[in-house]
C-alpha cells in the first residue's frame, strides 16, 4: 500500500487490495481471525485466536490502513473496531497480575502470552485517537500492568513468554530478546496523552 501511494503503481495497489478483500469477504470469529490461514484454500489452519505471535501485525495494520488512507479504507476500520470488540469480549482478562489479553488456542481459552503483546497499549491509544476513544482507559490499564510486571523484577527487564493463572506469573521463556513493544507503547501513550510518567518508564527500561 505504501508503495502504491508513493510509486502510483497499480502493481503494488492491486497486489495489497487482493490481501484486503480477502479479509473484506470472508468471516472471522466475532472480528477476529486464526493465527494461520492455508493460502493455497483460504481456509482456516488452526483455531487459535490472538493478539500475539503471528497475528498482532494484522491488527495493527487494519488500524494503520485506515490512518494512512485518511479512512478512506473504512472497511478497515470496521475491521479494527471488531476486532478491539472481539477482544474484549473472548481474550481479556483482570486478574490479580493485572489486566492482560490472553489467547482462545484450539477453542479453548489460554493464559499464556508473549512480550509481542506489549505492543496493545500502543495499538489502543492510537486507535483511541482516530476511532473510538473508550479504548485509551483499557490501553493505560495494559500498560500500568506491563510496567508493573517490569518493576517486579530485578533487571528491570521482563523475558519472553509468560503463563498467569489467577494468583501467580509464570515465565515460560526467561530471555529478553531486546523486543522494543512496550517502549513503543510508552512512545504512544506519552504522545498521545501528554502524560510524562510514560516517557519515565519507557527511559527506565531502555537504561535497564
Not at 50 to 66: G, I, Q, T, V
Not at 68 to 93: A, H, W
Not at 105 to 116: C, M
Amino acid at each position: 500500500m505504501t508503495l502504491a501511494q508513493h510509486s502510483k503503481s497499480f502493481q503494488f495497489r492491486n497486489t495489497s487490495d487482493r490481501i484486503l478483500e480477502f479479509f473484506f469477504t470472508h468471516n472471522s470469529f466475532n472480528g477476529l481471525w486464526p493465527t494461520r490461514i492455508d493460502f493455497s484454500t483460504g481456509l482456516f489452519a488452526d483455531l487459535d485466536l490472538s493478539f500475539d505471535a503471528y497475528c498482532d501485525s494484522f491488527y495493527e495494520y487494519l488500524l494503520k490502513l485506515y490512518i494512512m488512507t485518511d479512512g478512506q479504507c473504512t472497511k478497515c476500520g470496521q475491521l479494527y473496531n471488531q476486532s478491539i470488540e472481539g477482544m474484549r469480549r473472548f481474550l481479556l482478562r483482570n486478574t490479580t497480575q493485572g489486566t492482560y489479553v490472553g489467547r482462545i488456542k484450539s477453542s479453548s481459552p489460554d493464559d499464556s502470552l508473549t512480550y509481542l503483546s506489549f505492543f496493545l497499549p500502543g495499538m489502543l491509544s492510537l486507535g483511541a485517537n482516530y476511532l473510538n476513544k473508550n479504548d485509551m482507559d483499557l490501553a493505560i490499564s495494559l500498560a500500568n500492568t506491563f510496567a508493573k510486571w517490569h518493576n517486579n523484577t530485578a533487571s528491570g527487564l521482563m523475558g519472553d513468554a509468560y503463563h498467569l493463572t489467577t494468583k501467580n506469573l509464570t515465565l515460560t521463556d526467561t530471555k529478553y530478546k531486546l523486543r522494543p513493544e512496550f517502549i513503543e507503547s510508552c512512545f504512544y501513550l506519552f504522545r498521545l496523552t501528554g502524560d510524562a510518567k510514560w516517557r519515565e518508564i519507557g527511559w527506565k527500561i531502555f537504561e535497564s
